[in-house]
């Protein structure tokens, strides 16, 4: 099962797919968190602290800001939750980095993991245009991930003011 948490920021996504694996781990499935943000700033050191506080410590976690397929690929078995928070800090990454072809390598990799996977991503399509080139780039490449991811998951849930709404259900 692949699901996809959609939404935009600060509405909850994050708690709600941690929510979701929780509810897998309780079902026995153990769980590792794939943290893709770099604290370049204190606001990030705070935001990744609160993520961090908010984990039970039985999780594991592994960090990859890059390399997101690599890591997926060597962490997954059948018996685990692979939860991924979140694609578009690591979208952020690689464009800054010019890795576009970890983009592809990760749309490789998604549908032959074993295990349960939830990845959750921003929806930054509904605001204004950006006023510069590079942020522009940033919200089309992030709607085209989350179209691509979408085709691939089995689920796909939208959170909107801390309230899920199925948008996708293999079900």
């Known amino acids: 099962m692949r699901e996809l948490v959609i939404g935009g920021a600060r509405s909850g996504k994050s708690a709600y797919a941690e929510k979701q694996a929780l509810a897998h781990q309780h079902n026995g499935l153990g769980v590792i968190y794939f943290a893709t943000a770099?604290?370049?700033?204190?606001e990030m050191v705070a935001r990744i602290a609160h993520?961090?506080?908010?984990r039970p410590a039985n999780w594991r976690t592994v960090e990859e800001p890059l390399l997101l397929a690599d890591a997926l690929r060597r962490e997954a078995v059948p018996d685990a939750c692979l939860l991924v928070d979140c694609l578009t800090l690591w979208l952020t990454n690689v464009l800054?980095?010019?890795r576009a072809a970890e983009i592809d390598r990760l749309l490789e990799v998604l549908p032959a993991l074993p295990g349960q996977l939830i990845l959750v991503s921003n929806e930054v399509g509904w605001s204004i245009v950006p006023e510069n080139a590079l942020a522009r780039r940033f919200r089309d490449e992030q709607g085209r991930l989350n179209q691509r991811v979408a085709a691939i998951a089995d689920k796909v849930t939208l959170v909107a003011a801390g309230l899920p709404?199925?948008?996708k259900s293999s079900d």
């Open 51 to 54: 993520h961090r506080t908010r």
């Open 165 to 167: 709404l199925c948008l």
């Open 38 to 42: 770099e604290a370049h700033d204190d």
């Open 96 to 98: 800054l980095a010019e």
